[in-house]
Structures are given as structure tokens and as C-alpha cells.
């Protein structure tokens, strides 16, 4: 056997055996256009245009001179030019808040009420795309017919304040008044915006006073606390309050802020009145038509006069018991004071009773039985005798408000220049308000 041969066949055999396999690995491995993997084509991204906001928010806020909301019947204008480019409603807080293209703008007021009510300027504030936000001070004017008063025997007219900033036109070199009547009880700051102006309380209408007697003051303000009892169910039965202000300028307007700043503090003005009742029953007094009235010489002598009571007719008479009748007056001015008649339109007559150690006891209110006298005062001269009761409330009362004390500022007895008048006998001074039938 040709064992060459073989051994030859057998290679040959072999060798094709491995190009069969090479073959199908590359078939294989071939890839088909089936599953050929797609190339992506995403375009390229492209630049987004920048949006610029043309508009800006504008806000004007309309305050009062102390820095509180003016809410309620104002229109803000926005202008360029003479021409309004938009109007907007102040809202509760005060502010008018419009979109608009930014701008130059000025501002102007418009008032759904009467315009010559309100003080304002606008004629300096601009806005702009800078400056998008502004602040427009109002007052209210003082208007209408004017209350007269008499200070130092002078006629003012004068006008009543309200709670908020009040404007006014005043006289400069000389102290203007104002009357204020609170609403309610609490604790009432009363300022004013320049320093070449000073305020203070004077007291009452029927008494009004040369200096200043404020609880809590300053050049530029001054604090008063309001009572419950002060403040009555009518403007009659309320106080009212004299309020003066003085220039040390050449100042010809001024802003008066009135502003309740809280509660009034707690003091013997929360315990309850003890109302002073008659004493006797009144009838109607008619003065004789022949009666001339004398008048008590408040530099005399204690000695001088000698009041008698009389239990018969419960009058008092002058050294007897049957001499001249004291009457007092009631509905006419004395020469020192407004009559109990004036007085109680506008106030009470009271006093607050203390013990050695200042403690209070109780306070006592005259006005109801005075209105009873003067019920039945004389219709003319608006007279009526002298009775405990009478005396009684002319002494108590003028003691509690230094009517009769010369170191107090409301003492009675001075003259034009506002001197004490020497030679007042302090014992008699209460008096003043009573004459006699001679």
C-alpha cells in the first residue's frame, strides 16, 4: 500500500475541511444592509431670542404727614406731559400699584369727593425707570364756619381738629387756637411738623389759660390722657379741648398731627362719679323788677361780710338773718369767669377728693344739680339765691381747679397782663361769682 498517497489524501482533506469553516465564519460575520445600525441626524440646536421686559412696576403711596394709609377716594394720575397715560384706585394700604412701559412720569391726585378738602404737593415727584416708587403726603383742610372763643378778651375763630393730619393757615408773631373733641377715651398725641411751631393744651373753652398745662410735652407735641368720663354720649356732654400753637418763624401754614396712641392709663378717673343731688326742693326764682345788685369787694375784709343762713326760706342773707339776700348767677358772666350756664355746655363741674396722703376717696359731679338751679334761675338776670348747695359747689369745685389758689396757673384773680391782683382776700374770693340785693 502507497502509504504516501494516503497521507497525502488525508491532508488535502483536511485542508479543505478548514477553508470550508473559514468561509461560513466570514459569511457570518458579514453584516447585511438589514442590520446595518441608522446614523442619527439631529439638527443643531439654534440660539433662543432674548426677551426684554419694556414695563415696569410703579407704585405711589398716598400717607398721611405721620405715615399712615390715606385710603378711600383718591385717584393716582400718571402723567407724561399733559397727556395721562393711566389712572389707578388707592388701595387699603394707601397705594396705587400700576404696570406701565417704563418711563418718565409725574404724578397728580384725584379726588372722587371735593379736592379743596385735602392739602397736598405732587409737583415734585418724578418717576422714572430708575426711581419706580414715590410718597405723597395729604391733610385734610379745616374748613367750614368757624367756632368764636375769647382768650385774654379777644375774639379767635377757630376750627375743631380731627384725629389724623389737619392742615391750617395760621398768623405768625401770635398763638393760634384750635378746639379738639375726642370720639373716645385713650391716651391723644397732638404734634406738630416744624420746629419753628410749638403746641400745648390750654384747657377749656370757658377757662382757657396763658400756660401751657399739658400732661406730657415738648416743644413739637404734647400727651393727654381722655377719661371715659370725658367723653359723653353727646358733643355737648363731651370735653373739648383748646389747643394753641405759636410761631417762632416767619410761618404763615402749618400740619397738626392728632393721633390716639393707646389706652388711657389707669387712675382713679375709672371709679365711678358720685352725682351730686339737690338738697332742697327748687322753685322758680323771680328777682324783683325794683332789685339792684350789689357786688362783693373780694379785697374786703372777712369781717365784712357775714352770711347768715336763714332756715325759713333756706337762703342766705348778708350779717342777718333777714338782711340782703345773696344771690349767685348762674346764666351771666362774672367779671373773673364764663357763668355755670357756659361752663356746662362744653364741660362738668366736678372735684376729686384725697386724703393727707394724696389717696383718692371719691369724686363728686356737680352739673345736674346746677342745671336744676339754673332751670329755675331768673329768666333776666339769671339769678338764684344762695343755698348750701350752691355754696357748697362754687367752693368745691373752684378749690379742685385753683380757681382760688394764686400759685396755680388757673387762679382767677389777675389782671390784662395776666398779674395776680394783689390784695385778694382768699377767704372771701368765692364770692365772685354772687352778688346781693341792696
Given amino acids: 500500500m502507497n502509504y504516501k498517497f494516503f497521507n497525502k489524501i488525508i491532508l488535502f482533506v483536511v485542508l ?57 377716594g383718591v385717584v393716582v394720575s400718571f402723567m407724561k406731559g399733559e397727556q395721562q397715560v393711566a389712572i389707578q384706585t388707592i388701595n387699603s394700604e394707601g397705594n396705587a400699584i400700576k404696570q406701565l412701559e417704563k418711563d418718565d412720569y409725574t404724578i397728580k391726585l384725584m379726588f372722587t369727593g371735593d379736592e379743596s378738602l385735602y392739602h397736598y404737593k405732587t409737583d415734585d415727584i418724578k418717576l422714572s425707570a430708575s426711581v419706580t416708587s414715590a410718597e405723597v403726603l395729604i391733610a ?9 372763643i375769647y382768650a ?29 373733641k375726642p370720639a373716645a377715651a385713650g391716651l ?58 405759636d410761631t417762632t418763624g416767619d410761618v404763615n401754614e402749618c400740619i397738626i398731627g392728632v393721633e390716639r396712641v393707646g389706652a388711657p392709663a389707669h387712675s382713679y378717673e375709672d371709679e365711678p362719679w358720685i352725682t351730686y343731688e339737690a338738697t332742697v326742693d327748687l322753685h322758680k326764682y323771680i328777682l324783683p323788677s325794683s332789685s339792684i345788685l350789689g357786688e362783693f369787694d373780694l379785697t374786703a375784709s372777712t369781717q365784712n361780710y357775714n352770711l347768715i343762713f336763714n332756715t325759713a326760706d333756706g337762703f342766705y342773707h348778708l ?25 356746662l355746655e362744653t ?67 389777675k389782671d390784662n397782663n395776666g398779674v395776680n391782683i394783689p390784695g385778694i382776700n382768699n377767704d372771701i374770693s368765692w364770692l365772685f361769682m354772687c352778688c346781693y340785693i341792696k
Fill in 16 to 72: 479543505l475541511i478548514c477553508s470550508v469553516a473559514i468561509l461560513c465564519s466570514c459569511v457570518d460575520n458579514e453584516v447585511s444592509p438589514e442590520k446595518t445600525p441608522a446614523y442619527s441626524q439631529t439638527a443643531a440646536p439654534t440660539a433662543t431670542p432674548e426677551i426684554v421686559d419694556t414695563t415696569a412696576e410703579y407704585c405711589v403711596s398716598v400717607k398721611d404727614y405721620y405715615g399712615k394709609p390715606f385710603s378711600g
Fill in 140 to 148: 385734610k383742610r379745616l374748613t367750614g364756619t368757624p367756632t368764636v
Fill in 152 to 180: 385774654n378778651d379777644q375774639e379767635h375763630n377757630v376750627y375743631f381738629l380731627k384725629e389724623g393730619s389737619n392742615y391750617s393757615s395760621i398768623e405768625s408773631g401770635k398763638r393760634n387756637y384750635f378746639l379738639f
Fill in 188 to 245: 391723644y398725641k397732638f404734634s406738630v411738623q416744624s420746629k419753628d411751631i410749638t403746641i400745648g393744651y390750654y384747657g377749656g373753652t370757658h377757662f382757657i389759660q396763658d400756660n401751657n398745662v399739658a400732661e406730657i410735652f415738648d416743644d413739637t407735641s404734647f400727651s393727654m390722657n381722655i377719661y371715659s368720663s370725658m367723653v359723653g354720649t353727646t358733643p355737648e356732654s363731651t370735653i373739648t379741648l383748646v389747643v394753641g400753637v
Fill in 319 to 343: 350779717n342777718s338773718v333777714d338782711g340782703p339776700l345773696v344771690l349767685v348767677r348762674l346764666s351771666k358772666a362774672s367779671k373773673y369767669l364764663a357763668p355755670f350756664k357756659t361752663i
Fill in 347 to 413: 364741660t362738668d363741674v366736678v372735684k376729686y377728693f384725697f386724703d393727707d396722703n394724696e389717696n383718692f376717696i371719691k369724686r363728686e359731679r356737680y352739673g345736674e344739680c346746677l342745671l336744676q338751679y339754673i332751670e329755675n334761675a331768673d329768666d333776666k338776670e339769671g339769678v338764684y339765691p344762695l343755698t348750701k348747695d350752691l355754696m357748697y359747689i362754687i367752693q368745691q369745685g373752684g378749690d379742685y381747679l385753683g380757681w382760688f389758689d394764686p400759685n396755680n396757673s388757673v387762679y382767677l384773680f
